[in-house]
């Protein structure tokens, strides 16, 4: 118990002073205060942020480019796990190898290779390219969990769904698909995460102010003379709302889909 407390504290003592560091002024901030709370209350650090943070522009961009990436690598990646692990061809194995080796790539190493293809393509400085190399970076590890749970799903399920005549699509979208819901929503809230918070990519191939995500928000509130640091921190609550709403309310299924695939039998 006391060992659950302490991982209890430390996981919400951050966001907690986050919190306490958005409603001080910049003085209290750069006092070296950093445990104390606020004397007054700075509310309009939050009206700052959102004002002078363009943050419902930043917000849209995020949400645009993640929602459409969730929904790419879960089909896609859905449709390969399901391949790979039910349907045997010679080079099944090799397959899931490439997928595997994929987790190991650092992203730094494809950002130029990326940008010179993109400006070919004409792409560059558009949503194109943030998602595609998001669902690149993203199908790796959802390929790895997908495919670990339908292994352990009992073949007979299946068996039975083709003699009452069912075709392999029909048999993928009715059956397979509704069982993975759990692993489903693994994924979903993996990939929420990294495309989220990701900033290097972004500052790589975006340049137009209008296309930018959240991550570039805080910018906003630098200049060559001054910082707002209380408006940094209300912007930066405001962002890591979203990922902490989403994740209380997919916890339960998260858990189950980390879990499944573990256990067969």
């Not at 190493?109 to 792409?123: D, Q, S, V, W």
């Not at 690149?136 to 007979?156: D, H, K, N, Y």
């Not at 509130?221 to 997919?250: C, D, H, K, T």
Request: glycine share 6%; proline share 5%; with cysteine.
């Amino acid at each position: 118990m006391a060992l659950l407390s302490v991982l209890f504290v430390t996981q919400i003592y951050p966001l907690v002073w986050l919190l306490l560091y958005s409603l001080k002024t910049n003085e209290e901030i750069l006092s070296g205060s950093f445990f104390s709370l606020p004397q007054s209350p700075q509310w309009h650090n939050y009206k700052d942020a959102y004002v002078s943070g363009t943050y419902l522009r930043y917000l849209f961009n995020s949400f645009f480019v993640t929602v459409v990436t969730m929904l790419v690598v879960i089909v896609l990646c859905s449709m390969v796990a399901y391949a790979i692990t039910r349907f045997r061809f010679r080079y099944g194995n090799a397959v899931m190898l490439v997928f595997l080796v994929g987790i190991m790539i650092p992203l730094q190493a494809t950002l130029l290779p990326n940008m010179i293809i993109f400006k070919h393509l004409g792409i560059l400085n558009t949503y194109l390219a943030l998602i595609l190399p998001y669902i690149s970076f993203s199908t790796p590890i959802a390929v790895f969990v997908l495919s670990g749970f339908m292994r352990s799903l009992p073949v007979e399920i299946e068996e039975s769904a083709i003699m009452d005549g069912a075709s392999i699509t029909r048999m993928f979208r009715s059956i397979i698909l509704p069982i993975s819901v759990p692993p489903i929503m693994t994924v979903c809230i993996l990939t929420f995460i990294s495309v989220w918070n990701e900033y290097i990519m972004a500052a790589t191939f975006i340049s137009s102010q209008s296309l930018k995500t959240l991550p570039f928000g805080v910018n906003s509130f630098v200049s060559q003379y001054s910082v707002n640091y209380g408006a940094i921190g209300a912007f930066l609550v405001m962002g890591a709302i979203p990922v902490i709403v989403i994740y209380f309310l997919l916890s339960e299924k998260i858990t189950k889909g980390m879990v499944a695939g573990a256990v067969k039998g």
